[in-house]
């Protein structure tokens, strides 16, 4: 490798050392409580409807992540670690809240074409931005504001006809854990799952477990399975 | 391979019949209903003093009523039993309690354990299915006198109205969601004289419109472009097509099959075709609803919406007449305030009630409707 293609590779190091991690280690604990201030916003500047976006699926426990609990969702302990909202390819993607660019097409967290991960530290809190359909405008160690465009919709299958949506994850700061996006973004989520939602997987075995848009586990990736049910309803129908 | 995915929102078909019989053209100059006014407060007229007072009997007013039906935190996912008396939900509702299908009277009163075999029912009671510990699909008779094996490797079945036929959809696990192929077969209800009956790409079966149609929604060809949404004879193979686009979602057959309501989302070619449709099942009429929510049949005719409104501090409903094309609120978030979370409802088989999850306890809740 010539030394001169290092020195992308020094820039960004240098970048993450001097402002990612000093602004990671500044607020190294708090988590904003999830009741009563949500300290997110929304990830789109424009409301829902069919014709913005609309969610497709919910965070963690459900009937799509149980179908794909073995391939897609493996990492992350079979359950969905995010939320999918179904937009048109094209469609201006914001940041759900202050924060510094930390990650720009991490293939490591997969969610391509392309990603974005943003880590807001005060909230003790990374945002992670799956299938996009470019590579963000925005640079390494960038800081960017709630509302402020950081990219646009993609579809995973590269086509814009299969499935283009977002798919927003809340992890911590160190990126092993995914939480719930739900509580912590400031929306009428009730009123939103009234264009569409999507269900939850039931266990028998804990019926009243993990069946609410609001009441999901933690998901740390690389952990065990938490949805491999003994006795799962929907059953897990061949397909 | 990490990611996400969205798994697509139609469980639906469709097909690449050889015969494909146009479909009827679709008058685009139908009024739509009027918008749900932002006001729902009963109107106050003002008479001027020479203004005589107009003698009129008084009619009865109809108030929807509330009640509470389970505990705060119990339960999601409700639905009723066959003859509308009792909503019934999955339950453990203590940790020594067997889990099973638990009802509660619509008058109120304790939770009872109904059976503690979850199974998919027929539209008509008669029948359940469910997936055995073998991974076969099993159908059996709700009375018990009869039980068969499904010979389609576990799949999941549709049962017709009336308990003759069973359909299901078989989809490849690979290529693009809007792509794969789903191989739609037919049988008896006891799984007798199983054959396919056509492939569509991109999408799958969305029900049946009576024991001898099917409603289907995908692609001719892996390759084409419009989805479309038609019915097909099993019996002689007619297929009518109803609508193409590209974003045909959420498709609900009103009971008895006479009218079907679809969702157009993200549409590519532009938000003209965004919204709620209804459409008569042999494609005569279609009407787009001019409203955004959560849609339900209420009966043949009739299709219950929880309109969308951000921020409102109460749902409501709204009627929407098929036939008519007129819409009407049912309810006043003044005198009956309800919050349904997650969408989660279900109208009762006579269409006199609604049982919804209450966002703000979580418990199920009944609403009253008044008469059609």
């Given amino acids: ?92 993607v914001v940041s759900i809240g202050d924060g510094i660019v ?50 646009q919709t993609g579809d995973p299958d590269g086509s814009c ?67 491999d049910y003994a006795r799962p309803w929907p059953p897990d129908w061949s397909y | 391979m990490r990611g996400c995915c969205l798994l697509p929102l139609l469980a639906v078909v469709a097909a690449g019949c050889a015969s ?49 039906l389970t505990e705060p935190g119990c339960c999601v996912q409700p639905f009723w039993s066959a003859d509308g008396r009792m909503v019934l939900f999955i339950d453990q509702p203590q940790p020594t309690a067997p889990t099973g299908i638990y009802g509660v009277s619509v008058e109120g009163g304790e939770p009872v354990l109904i059976s503690e075999q979850i199974a ?8 359940r299915a469910y997936l055995s510990d073998e991974g076969e699909t099993i159908v059996e008779s709700a009375s018990g006198d009869g039980q068969w094996v499904i010979p389609n490797g576990g799949l999941r079945v549709f049962f017709s109205p009336h308990s003759v036929r069973l359909a299901w959809g078989r989809t490849e696990r690979s290529g ?38 099917l409603l289907l929604v995908g692609r001719d060809r892996g390759r084409s472009q419009d989805v479309a949404l038609f019915s097909l004879s099993v019996v002689d193979g007619t297929r009518t097509d109803l609508i193409t686009n590209q974003r045909i979602r959420s498709v609900r057959i009103a009971p008895g099959g006479e009218w079907v ?48 409104e951000p921020g409102a501090p109460s749902h409501r409903l709204w009627q929407f007449d ?5 819409a009407m609120p049912l309810t006043d978030p003044a005198v009956t305030p309800f919050r349904v979370a997650n969408a989660d409802w279900a109208i009762s088989p006579m269409g006199e009630a609604v049982v919804f999850v209450n966002a703000d306890d979580q418990a199920l809740w009944v609403i009253t409707l008044p008469p059609l």
């Fill in chain 1, 1 to 92: 490798m010539s030394r001169w293609m290092l020195v992308p590779l020094l820039i960004v190091a240098a970048l993450y050392g001097l402002l990612i991690l000093p602004a990671i280690a500044r607020w190294p604990t708090p988590r904003a409580q999830a009741q009563g201030n949500p300290p997110f916003g929304l990830p789109f500047n424009m409301p829902p409807s069919y014709s913005t976006w609309y969610v497709v699926q919910w965070y963690g426990n459900t009937q799509g992540a149980y179908t794909w609990r073995y391939h897609w969702y493996g990492a992350g302990q079979g359950m969905h670690f995010g939320i999918d909202f179904a937009a048109r390819c094209g469609t201006e």
């Fill in chain 1, 102 to 151: 930390s990650k720009i097409d991490a293939q490591e967290h997969g969610a391509g074409p392309h990603n974005l991960m943003i880590v807001h530290p005060e909230a003790g809190y990374a945002s992670f931005y799956g299938h996009l359909r470019e590579a963000p405008g925005v640079f390494l160690g960038q800081r960017v504001v709630r509302g402020q465009i950081v990219g």
């Fill in chain 1, 161 to 227: 006809t299969s499935r283009p949506h977002l798919h927003l994850e809340i992890r911590d700061l160190s990126y092993i854990t995914a939480t719930n996006p739900v509580p912590l973004i400031e929306a009428d989520w009730d009123a939103i799952a009234l264009l569409g939602s999507g269900g939850f997987q039931r266990d028998l075995d804990h019926p009243r477990r993990w069946v609410t848009p609001f009441d999901q586990p933690e998901i740390h990736f690389g952990a065990g399975m938490l949805n």
């Fill in chain 2, 20 to 68: 494909i019989t146009a479909g009827q053209p679709i008058s685009t100059t139908i009024p739509s209903p009027p918008p749900i006014p932002t006001d729902l407060h009963p109107s106050v007229a003002i008479l001027e003093p020479d203004d005589p007072p107009t003698p009129e009997p008084s009619p009865t007013v109809f108030v929807p009523m509330l009640r509470r």
């Fill in chain 2, 120 to 127: 998919l029912p027929s539209p008509d009671g008669a029948y």
């Fill in chain 2, 176 to 213: 693009n969601f809007d792509q794969r192929p789903t191989v739609v077969s037919i049988s008896g209800i006891d799984g007798s004289n199983p054959r396919e009956v056509i492939t569509v790409y991109g999408g799958g079966i969305a029900g049946w419109l009576d024991d001898d149609r």
């Fill in chain 2, 261 to 308: 309501m679809y969702l157009i989302a993200l549409d590519p070619d532009g938000p003209v075709e965004d919204g709620l449709w209804v459409i008569k099942a042999d494609g005569s009429q279609r009407y787009k609803l001019e409203v955004a929510g959560a849609a339900q049949w209420r009966d043949p005719t009739h299709l219950l919406i929880i309109p969308y």
């Fill in chain 2, 322 to 326: 098929a036939e008519t094309g007129q």
